[in-house]
């Protein structure tokens, strides 16, 4: 690292040179900062409706002084006046919409910047409060822009790893609206000069005043950047055609693939023991035994639910809430061969564990995530520390090696924390994951798109946004992009009070429904290390969840092996949802019934409309 002063720069700045070389197919540009003595070369190529932009890594010159750290590519193209009528698309959560907006003759108006995939440095408070109030980096390494009847896709190719978008409003410096990716070759870090927790404030007890100093990397992110434009008209002018347009690409890529489930999945979360404090110190409770589990199968058999995804929670030998990595189940539940009967028969298990997270005592600092000044991250007041890619993998072949059971993986598939290089954690996890799904099924928690080859099932599936102040409107994008290729859910419902808006909730945005339940009282979770809002007491609830698989699986009979291609919001509280064949529901949250399109939707309820030739 070394003590640096960051500048920015413009190819349209004074002494700057811009060179243009025109081949059948596009054009080479190349660009030349005087003052700083960079130079790079950006192609830029045309075929059919896909706009390529690239920079190879190996044009990039550093003559001098100066070291490059980010590039803006293209940041006004696809920009927007006052006056104009569209949104930019942000896959943030599910995903969510930016209205544009005039900007009244202001000029101050703020930016914003948005990371792909994980933020630009790990840091662990940032980490376990977005965790806490559901605050999501972008999922997919894209934006989308509508303008009036025209629309394009914005996507990364390569090099999104190490990028982020950045939004400016019209009024923001500028009188128009843009949007544009930004790609890191040098990280830069805030580090303090005297011995000050750097969220302190401003002095230590001594009252001695922070000094902080901007060190910046020596070497070079060395990558080739490339991102495509897709260009969308009319009728697929929206987030839709947007999502769409991705899958087709994901598709065509092999970047994801068809699962072979066509029945829509019921997915249990089923707690099977926690750790609470008695009278004597922390002992272990039983909540659902293997036995217990063996006996919902039979129950939800009887009522004729078959196609069950049951995810163990607390089968760890200290309960849950153990970090883990190694394959030790808790002794209260049953013998190891019992847990392996049952995952042996007609219903998915999985074994749900973070492999990110450590709490060894002593963990090796050459499988820890490291900050900036080189020493571990630690999480959660000093209590576990963070996997790096090496320490997962080894975390997953502890496990993996022990049994056949199927993960379920809570963060390794959505967070990408350097070691080396951004693409090189990647590049790791994608193979520990192709390792994995060798032998087993592979559940994952909301992942990255470069993971989606890996998925059998998406678990934890946002249905909004972090919901920014910026954002106007959340949508269904990440859903769209998913449906009808792999099997994904939510989060876990149990608020009978609320279970007819979460009924429809997952019949528009394609969920499969989840329940987390335990066999034994949730009352035996009090003081424990579980929150037990989400859960539910499967005797008594067992109607509802069998009701619920039902009610979803009749409606959505016509659509299996079919995709969700068409989501919009007809109204306030009124959407409507179509499917490639043409088969259209129409969702009312509201109160009152209303009609649309011919068709009637009661209040608090749904309506289909069959294909015309149907």
């Not at 946002?462 to 106007?472: A, H, I, T």
Request: aromatic letters at 12%; glycine letters at 6%.
């Amino acid at each position: 690292f070394e003590e640096v002063q960051i500048e920015r720069a413009s190819s349209e700045d004074r002494n700057n040179e811009t060179t243009i070389d025109v081949l059948d197919d596009g054009i080479d540009v190349g660009f030349y900062f005087f003052d700083m003595d960079i130079a790079f070369s950006v192609s830029i190529r045309l075929q059919n409706d896909v706009l390529s932009v690239s920079l190879d890594d190996d044009t990039i010159e550093e003559r001098g002084n100066y070291r490059l750290i980010s590039i803006e590519l293209l940041p006004f193209f696809g920009f927007y006046n006052d006056g104009d009528e569209g949104y930019t698309l942000l896959p943030d959560g599910s995903g969510t919409l930016v209205y544009f907006e005039n900007s009244n003759g202001a000029y101050d108006l703020p930016s914003y910047s948005l990371d792909v995939f994980s933020p630009y440095l790990f840091d662990a408070d940032s980490y376990e409060d977005a965790l806490e109030n559901d605050m999501y980096s972008l999922s997919f390494p894209l934006f989308g822009i509508k303008n009036g009847e025209n629309a394009v896709l914005v996507h990364s190719v390569t090099g999104a790893e190490d990028a982020r978008v950045n939004i400016a409003p019209s009024g923001s410096i500028l009188p128009f609206g843009r949007t544009s990716f930004e790609y890191w070759y040098r990280y830069s870090y805030t580090l303090p000069t005297t011995n000050i927790e750097m969220d302190t404030g401003t002095a230590n007890s001594a009252g001695v005043k922070a000094k902080y100093v901007t060190r910046t990397e020596k070497e070079r992110v060395h990558c080739d950047r490339r991102q495509e434009y897709v260009f969308l008209r009319g009728e697929t002018a929206n987030y839709s055609g947007m999502a769409n347009a991705y899958q087709n690409y994901l598709i065509e890529n092999q970047l994801i693939f068809q699962s072979p489930v066509t029945e829509l999945p019921l997915n249990l979360n089923v707690l099977c023991s926690v750790s609470k404090q008695g009278v004597f110190g922390s002992q272990l409770v039983k909540m659902t035994d293997f036995d217990d589990i063996a006996e919902i199968e039979k129950v939800l058999a009887d009522a004729g639910v078959n196609h069950v995804d049951i995810t163990l929670l607390g089968w760890e030998k200290s309960g849950y809430g153990t970090y883990v990595n190694s394959f030790k189940t808790s002794s209260v539940l049953g013998s190891r061969s019992e847990l392996e009967r049952l995952a042996d028969g007609e219903n998915n298990y999985f074994i749900k564990f973070d492999p990110f997270i450590s709490n060894e005592s002593s963990p090796s600092k050459k499988n820890l995530v490291l900050s900036g000044n080189g020493t571990p991250v630690a999480g959660d007041g000093g209590k576990h520390h963070y996997y790096s890619a090496s320490g997962m993998l080894q975390t997953l072949n502890n496990i993996g090696k022990k049994t056949a059971i199927n993960f379920s993986l809570v963060s390794m598939a959505n967070t990408l924390v350097r070691d080396t290089t951004k693409q090189k954690t990647k590049e790791f996890i994608l193979d520990s994951l192709e390792q994995q799904s060798q032998n087993r099924l592979l559940s994952l928690s909301a992942p990255n798109s470069y993971a989606l080859v890996y998925a059998d099932r998406i678990v934890d599936l946002p249905n909004k946004s972090s919901q920014l102040r910026f954002y106007d409107e959340d949508v269904p994008f990440y859903q769209l992009v998913v449906n009808g290729l792999i099997p994904y859910t939510g989060s876990a419902v149990s608020q009978e009070t609320t279970m007819t808006v979460n009924r429809l909730k997952m019949l528009e945005y394609g969920a499969a429904p989840c329940f987390e339940i335990t066999y034994q009282s949730t009352v035996e979770l009090k003081q424990s290390d579980f929150s037990a809002v989400d859960t539910v007491n499967f005797q008594k609830q067992k109607d509802t969840i069998i009701s619920t698989i039902r009610w979803l699986r009749k409606i959505l009979e016509p659509v299996k092996g079919h995709r969700m291609v068409y989501h919009t919001k007809l109204a306030e509280g009124v959407y409507k949802v179509e499917y490639d064949n043409h088969y259209s529901i129409y969702i009312n949250y509201n109160e009152e019934p209303v009609s649309f399109e011919g068709v009637t939707i009661e209040a608090l309820n749904y309506a289909v409309k069959q294909p015309e030739n149907g």
